[in-house]
Structure formats: C-alpha cells, structure tokens
C-alpha cells in the first residue's frame, strides 16, 4: 500500500472517530450504547417514539458532527483552489470578501429585519450577501480587464473592507441586544446545524469538488505559471475566473449556516500537500479529509474547554492558524 493510501485510510479512521466523539461529548456526556440506541430509532429500528436523549442525539449532536466535516471539507477544498488559481500560499476562502459579505447579510437580518422567511432566513440573507460580494470582486476584475492575482486579491480586500464596515455599522445602529447573537455568528459556529439545511452545504461541497476535480488537469498546469498554462492549452483567465464563482458560492453556502470559521481554507492545502504532493487528482481528496478531521476536531474542542458554555468555533481554528501562519513563515525563513 502506497504512503497516501495508508494516509487516506487512517484519516477516514480519525475521522469517523472524532464524528462519535463529536456525538458523545457535549455539555453533558452521553454513554456509546445510548448513541446506537438512537441511531437505530432514527433508522427505524429502535423503539416508536424517542425519547428527549433520543432528540439530542438525532436532532442536534449528529447533524451537527455532519456539518463538521461537510463545511471542514469544503473550506479545505476551496483553500486549495484559491492558492492554485492565485499563486499565493497565504489564500483562502475569507480573503476575498466572501465571509464580510455573508455577515453583512446575517446581520441585517439579525439587527433589522428579523426572521422574516423562519429558519431559512438566516443562511438565505448570508448567502446572498456573499454572492454580492463575489459579484463585486468579479466586476471589478473584469473592469480592470485582467484576472492577474494581485489584482484578484486586491479586489477581494477592497471588498471586504467595505462589507466589514457595513457590518459594523449595522451592529452600531442596530438592536443592541442583538450584539451577542451577531458577535457568535461572526466569530463562527455550528449551532444552526439542522436536518433541514444538511442539502444546502452538501451542495456547497458538491460543487466545489466536482468542479475542482474536473479541472485538475488544468489546475495542475497553472502550478507552473500562466505562460506554461496557456502554453498548454489552458485558458486561465476563464478558468481563473470560474474556479474563483464556484468557491464563492461554495464558500457562502457554508458561511450562510456557519458564520465566519477562519484560517480552515488556509491551513489544510499546506498539510495535504505534505501528504500528497502538489498534484490535484490526490490533493483535492486528501485536502477535503483533512479539512473535515480539523474542523471537526475544533467543533469538538470549542464545546468542551469552556464548559458547559460554547466557544465559539471560528475561536478555535483562528488560534490553531495563527500559529500555523508562524510556523510556516519562520519554517520558511530558515530555508532561506
């Protein structure tokens, strides 16, 4: 067996682990044959009517270890999307106005107009938000007649400049009892995780990994730059700017039920390229587990350093990337 083999395998292992982990563990600890009971009366095989452990475990615990790994999937996926595409190995998902833009939409929703739509209306106002933010980016670029990556990025800054200041605003001059909800939303978490909303983030994935692995080819011609690329064949400013759409609507699909989880997209392409190369056939697989298996791990850890409060998720990750940030710039440096 292959060293990535092996790596796959062990990290499906770890991951199913920490899924049971994330079940189990919680404000209050519930016994492994409690969960099975439940699972089975979930699968119909159990007693008729479940009972109020029953109801923690299927409607709120498991759901929410599903989301874990779904959204930790996806972000890593579309970290390693965002590096290829801008050359850069400090890119990801929120660097683009993506996650200023979703909260601006959350929360206006949060702040003015209240749950007009019932559940739906959260994750709807975040998505939208999102997508007029990468609309923005993408006007912008075009404008500028150029998809270089500086000027991608820059665009992306700009714009999340602009929405962050919106957002603050609207905290400013809203319901000011509303500050702690808004504040959790921004700082990230997995507590809308609903039965109701497992397809909208399962399409977010979907989408991103589908479209990524469809064009690894092409994402693996631009590691060697756009002359090399265009050389080849690759049109890279078209695909430039269809990789940077579909990791925008990725990317709001998951922001709109999980607030702003930080440095995920950033962190994972660095470790899954450490495990299986620069190439995208194994990278993009290896990446979507591996962001799974941290964000998961960091769910797990956010309910249980503070208990029985939540900390914030977005808390978490954002501290596990600072030092990663410092790791790989002194691990850098050296090598120089």
């Not at 801008?86 to 990801?92: C, G, M, S």
């Not at 150029?146 to 602009?162: R, T």
């Not at 620069?278 to 587990?289: E, G, N, V, Y």
């Amino acid at each position: 067996m292959t060293r990535l083999g092996f790596s796959l395998i062990a990290g499906v292992a770890i991951l199913a682990a920490l899924i049971l982990l994330s079940v189990l563990y919680g404000s209050t600890v519930i016994p492994v044959p409690d969960v099975i009971t439940a699972i089975l009366v979930g699968l119909g095989g159990g007693a008729a009517d479940p009972g109020p452990m029953d109801r923690i475990i299927l409607d709120l615990r498991l759901p929410r270890a599903l989301f874990s790994a779904i959204i930790g999937a996806g972000l890593g996926v579309v970290g390693v999307v965002l590096q290829t595409t801008t050359r850069n190995d400090l890119a990801d998902p929120f660097l683009f106005g993506l996650s200023s833009g979703a909260a601006a939409g959350a929360v206006l929703v949060i702040t003015v107009t209240g749950d007009v739509l019932g559940i739906w209306t959260l994750p709807l106002a975040a998505f939208c938000g999102g997508i007029v933010a990468s609309g923005i980016v993408l006007a912008l670029v075009q404008r500028l007649r150029s998809s270089a990556p500086e000027k991608l990025i820059l665009a992306g800054l700009a714009v999340s400049f602009l929405f962050s200041a919106i957002t603050n605003y609207l905290i400013f001059a809203g319901d000011s009892r509303a500050a702690h909800s808004v504040i959790f939303w921004m700082l990230g978490g997995l507590g809308l995780s609903r039965w109701e909303t497992l397809p909208l983030v399962l399409v977010g994935l979907g989408m991103i990994a589908a479209y990524a692995l469809y064009r690894r080819r092409w994402l693996d011609a631009l590691l060697a730059g756009d002359v090399t690329a265009l050389s080849l064949g690759v049109p890279v400013h078209r695909l430039r700017m269809m990789m940077f759409l579909v990791a925008a609507l990725s990317t709001a699909t998951f922001v709109s039920v999980a607030g702003v989880i930080g440095f995920v997209g950033l962190m994972v392409p660095h470790l899954a390229r450490g495990i299986a190369g620069p190439l995208h056939s194994a990278l993009i697989p290896t990446a979507a587990l591996i962001g799974a298996i941290l964000l998961t791990a960091s769910d797990i850890l956010s309910r249980v350093l503070l208990a029985p409060q939540e900390l914030p998720v977005g808390v978490v990750t954002t501290s596990l990337g600072a030092v990663f940030v410092f790791v790989l710039l002194l691990g850098k440096g050296q090598r120089r």
